[in-house]
């Protein structure tokens, strides 16, 4: 495959759009475009998931590749002739270029499989966005041998031909919390005749703030956001209860337990004072991403070496469940610089393609050379 083929691969994909744990086409692709190679599959539990595997013809270590493969319920906007072709999904977060970069990897890997010392094993992970495919994927009984791991993400903030590269966390851990805080209905003109739940909520949002700005080091990122909130459903009649939805991302785990423990015990004394009682359920996701320093130094001094600018990404507290694969294994994160001018997500978000040819030339050269190691 030439820089021309895999530029179509990837237009072909964006065109059909697939969202999470839906990837069946996607994949079928993916897999279509190894068979020729002769590239062998492993057992994979996910039906939309693939795991590849390239030997090398001398002994060595074992690196894994990890790309993920869904896409977004966003109408797209970008204008591209080859627009998403499906109603409503699009991908707004470029899932398509990590598919196509790492399929193109795998690819130049199987033709170099004489210079490859050791194993290198492709992970093609669905449902990336909803954090239902990560954990999922790494803990398959055919990627426990794995030694290191590497996935890469587009990234707006850089043109094409520079990547981002930084030690330490580089995307938070993303939970996800409902609190429900419950007082008795009433009529509203009445209201000393139930419990009003609305002023105990609101006192809620108010104080959980400063769990934020008091009750942690302030070098330690935290955030805390409540999204959606649920009460009534008119003017004059006073809710049971309250509802409210949020998320609290972290970048350390000692931090990241002491904040969930604070907020429900914050929702319940708030709630007590207000004569209410409160309730909170934790969705807990995965952890954060932690860019191991001696893989960074090399993946930075080989980018350089292959023409790449190289700078530290900015810190973002989204979430990414690649760090699922490095619970127990070392693993890079690395940003590959796309242009395009809308952030992940946007229904304008585009990537510039001059950058997906050298994403797999840099993937595939940075497994042979670590394998080999
Ligand atoms: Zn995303
Ligand atoms: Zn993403």
């Known amino acids: 495959m030439n820089e021309q083929q895999l530029i179509a691969f990837f237009e072909d994909i964006h065109r059909h759009p697939?969202?999470?744990?839906q990837e069946t086409r996607t994949s079928g692709k993916v897999r279509e475009a190894l068979a020729a190679t002769g590239v062998e599959f492993l057992p994979c539990s996910l039906p939309t998931g693939s795991i590849a595997v390239i030997r090398g013809a001398k002994p060595g270590r074992t690196i894994g590749l990890r790309a993920?493969?869904?896409?977004?319920?966003?109408?797209?906007?970008?204008?591209?002739?080859?627009?998403?072709?499906?109603?409503?999904?699009?991908?707004?977060?470029g899932h398509d270029f990590h598919t196509s970069a790492v399929l193109g990897?795998?690819?130049?890997?199987?033709?170099?499989?004489?210079?490859?010392?050791?194993?290198?094993?492709?992970?093609?992970?669905?449902?990336?966005?909803?954090?239902?495919?990560?954990?999922?994927?790494?803990r398959e009984p055919a990627l426990q041998d794995v030694e290191e791991y590497y996935a890469c993400h587009t990234y707006?903030?850089?043109?094409?031909?520079?990547l981002g590269l930084k030690t330490g966390p580089v995307m938070a851990a993303p939970d996800a919390f409902t609190i429900t805080i419950r007082g008795k209905?009433?009529?509203?003109?009445?209201?000393?005749?139930?419990?009003?739940s609305i002023p105990a909520a609101a006192a809620l949002i108010l104080s959980a703030q400063t769990l934020i700005t008091r009750g942690k080091d302030a070098f330690e990122p935290a955030v805390l956001s409540f999204a959606h909130l649920q009460a009534g459903n008119t003017w004059n009649i006073i809710p049971e209860e309250v509802l409210l939805e949020g998320t609290l991302r972290t970048l350390d785990e000692d931090l990241r337990k002491t904040l969930r423990r604070r907020l429900g015990e914050m929702a319940e004394m708030i709630a007590k004072a207000h004569n209410c009682t409160s309730e909170i359920r934790w969705d807990i996701g995965p952890g954060p991403v932690m860019n191991d320093p001696e893989l960074c130094r090399y993946a930075q001094s080989l980018a350089r070496e292959m023409g790449f600018d190289v700078a530290p990404q900015a810190n973002t507290m989204g979430g990414e469940d690649f760090s699922e694969y490095l619970r127990d294994v070392p693993g890079?994160?690395?940003?590959?610089?796309?242009?395009?001018?809308?952030?992940?997500h946007h229904p304008k978000f585009t990537?510039?393609?001059?950058?997906?040819?050298?994403?797999?030339?840099?993937?595939?050269e940075l497994a042979l050379r670590r394998a080999g190691i």
């Open 185 to 196: 209905g009433t009529h509203a003109g009445n209201p000393h005749f139930g419990v009003d």
């Open 105 to 138: 990897a795998a690819l130049l890997l199987a033709e170099r499989r004489n210079e490859l010392a050791g194993t290198v094993k492709i992970v093609f992970q669905p449902g990336e966005e909803t954090s239902e495919g990560g954990h999922i994927m790494a």
């Open 18 to 21: 697939e969202l999470a744990l």
């Open 156 to 162: 707006p903030a850089f043109p094409a031909g520079m």
């Open 351 to 364: 990537v510039n393609e001059k950058a997906l040819w050298p994403a797999a030339r840099f993937f595939a």
């Open 68 to 93: 993920d493969m869904d896409a977004l319920p966003i109408t797209e906007e970008s204008g591209l002739p080859y627009a998403s072709e499906v109603p409503g999904v699009m991908h707004a977060c």
């Open 332 to 344: 890079l994160f690395v940003r590959v610089g796309t242009g395009g001018g809308y952030t992940n």
